[in-house]
């Protein structure tokens, strides 16, 4: 409707009875507080008397699409301002108690003290404006313990607080504690070396003896050398040499053994490697797998 703010009581009055079974609705927002402060500037709804301005409502309310409470607000904004306009949303915020500086100062504190608990820090902070009547923890002194947790998380604290870590050793897992459980299954296998003993101040070789724990099923092997050139073409032999698959090797504490040379020989034949374990005084170390590639008979 066109000037529509520009009719006059009567004519409003006509409109309304005329429309009763209409209904108008506005899409946008700016437009219809426009038109309705221009209705009711126009109109003088201000002057009016009690019955006019009811009709002046009614007539804002079958125009806009506004129901009675939100036309009686409109109103109520035309009457306050002399206009009608939208307002901004505003967010409830919680003022701000600690400030930029305060959570870079907590950040030093950390940065001295190793990162405290809360509780430990917050003594801190509090000392250092009561006891010591330093200005710039006036702030931080009220602070609570689960707060300083809060401040810990925020962008401004982490930026400022430096951590250095000692560079920690890579520690690699051979074996797993624990005792081979066979379960009446072939392929676990116990293994050890023993030296055969000198003659003449001539070195004796070294016999490995591997033994199958279910099927008692042996392997004997010897080397002159227990170090890792001669050890391990002789240990390799040794598992190809058993009619079954390998589940399990299973040794003492010797080094010949537990090194990261075996440990990869293990891997490559689908052998995984696990920890020592202690058990009523001695050192056990089980090495399990899968499965082994079959040797020929």
């Known amino acids: 409707m066109k000037n529509g703010e520009r009719l006059s009581l009567e004519q409003i009055g006509g409109f309304l009875a ?3 079974e209409f209904r108008f609705e506005a899409n946008n927002r700016e437009e219809v507080y426009g038109w309705v402060t221009r209705t009711l500037v126009e109109q003088e709804y201000g002057v009016q008397k009690r019955e006019a301005k009811g009709l002046l409502r009614r007539y804002v ?4 699409g506004l129901g009675r409470a939100q036309v009686t607000r409109l109103v109520g904004q035309y009457l306050e301002s002399g206009m009608v ?3 901004k949303y505003r967010r409830n915020r919680f003022t701000t108690q600690f400030q930029t500086s305060d959570v870079e100062l907590l950040a030093a504190v950390d940065e001295a003290h190793e ?3 809360g509780p430990a820090t917050q003594r801190i902070l509090y000392r250092e404006f009561h006891d010591y009547a330093d200005k710039r923890y006036q702030r ?3 602070i609570s313990a689960p707060h300083i947790y809060n401040l810990r998380k925020s962008r401004v604290y982490r930026e400022r607080k430096i951590v250095f870590e000692k560079t920690r050793p890579v520690k690699v897992t051979i074996g797993e504690r624990r005792r ?3 379960q009446g299954r072939p392929g676990y296998l116990r293994i050890d070396t023993v030296h055969q003993g000198d003659l003449e101040g001539v070195k004796g070789v070294y016999h490995v003896n591997a033994v199958d724990e279910v099927t008692q099923w042996q392997i004997v092997g010897a080397t002159a050398y227990i170090s890792e050139t001669w050890l ?3 240990l390799e032999a040794m598992l ?4 079954f698959r390998i589940l399990g090797f299973h040794s003492d504490n010797g080094s010949e053994f537990i090194n990261r040379t075996v440990a990869k020989l293990l891997n490559k034949l689908l052998v995984g490697t696990s920890m020592i374990r202690t058990c009523q005084g001695k050192t056990e170390l089980s090495l399990h797998s899968e499965e082994i590639p079959e040797a020929p008979l």
């Open 61 to 64: 309310g079958k125009m806009t």
């Open 85 to 87: 306009k939208e307002r």
């Open 240 to 243: 190809r040499q058993f009619p």
């Open 18 to 20: 005329a429309s009763e």
């Open 140 to 142: 931080l002194a009220t």
């Open 180 to 182: 081979p459980d066979p």
């Open 115 to 117: 990162t405290l608990s």
């Open 232 to 234: 391990l073409p002789v």
